[in-house]
């Protein structure tokens, strides 16, 4: 049996009001699984909690098999840095900076080298030398993911990583992400409104009426 990355039980968490209660999932090495859900229903929320950055109100998030919220900050850090790759709604690159030095920073930090065929694949090896405040918002995203991958995480926590990709270039992007994790065994949790893009993943859940079913 395939070894579990990610273990969820009675997550409930509430802002104002209450997002979502008793959401349990688990995800196992070479698996994927996409979360869909209307704007507003608390899927970014969903993944921050999976991802070591929001503590939920009640609830249990195992990351390989380890409790995550009573680890030490140390212990969450080299989590991040080493193990974790987070493919934000909003992307983070340095604007000033080429592609090339803001996938270098990624690959710096985890110790890791770049994999040129993520780059051709992601057909945005030619981009490398430009500034990323020169690149179409497509383009940026793309160079995020590459970011991400190239620190080669066990596990990839994936807001809308195709929300501003046209669909032949969604798909492309889908296909990297799934080949990476079969080729490494690592996992991905795809969170997205993209009924389409959901649907390639391993299984399909719905977060709506503040339950995951
Ligand atoms: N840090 C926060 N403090 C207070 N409220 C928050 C916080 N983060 C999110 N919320 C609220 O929680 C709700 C869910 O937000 P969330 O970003 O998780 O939704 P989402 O499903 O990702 O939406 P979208 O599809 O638009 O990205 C929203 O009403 C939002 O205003
Ligand atoms: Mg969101």
Do not use: W
């Amino acid at each position: 049996m395939s070894q579990t990355l990610l273990e969820a039980s009675g997550i409930t968490h509430s802002f104002d009001t209450l997002l979502f209660s008793n959401v349990n999932l688990r995800l196992n090495a070479y698996e994927s699984m996409a979360i869909i859900g209307r704007s507003g229903s608390g899927k970014s929320t969903l993944l921050h909690i999976f991802s070591t950055f929001i503590k939920p109100n009640e609830g249990s998030v195992k990351l390989f098999g380890n409790e995550l919220y009573i680890q030490k900050d140390n212990a969450i850090e080299a989590l991040r840095r080493y193990d974790i790759g987070i493919i934000f709604q909003f992307h983070y690159l340095f604007k000033g900076m080429s592609a090339m030095e803001n996938i270098e920073v990624a690959s710096m930090l985890s110790g890791e080298v770049i994999d040129a065929e993520i780059l051709e694949k992601l057909e945005i090896k030619e981009l490398m030398g430009q500034r990323i405040g020169d690149l179409s918002g497509g383009q940026q995203q793309r160079v995020s993911i590459a970011r991400v991958l190239s620190k080669k995480p066990r596990i990839i926590f994936a807001d809308e990583p195709t929300g501003n990709l046209d669909k032949e270039t969604a798909t492309l992007v889908m296909k990297v992400l799934l080949d990476y994790i079969k080729q490494t065994g690592a996992c991905l949790l795809l969170v997205t409104h993209d009924e389409q893009m959901a649907e390639l993943c391993d299984s399909v859940y719905r977060l709506k009426d503040k339950v995951l079913v």
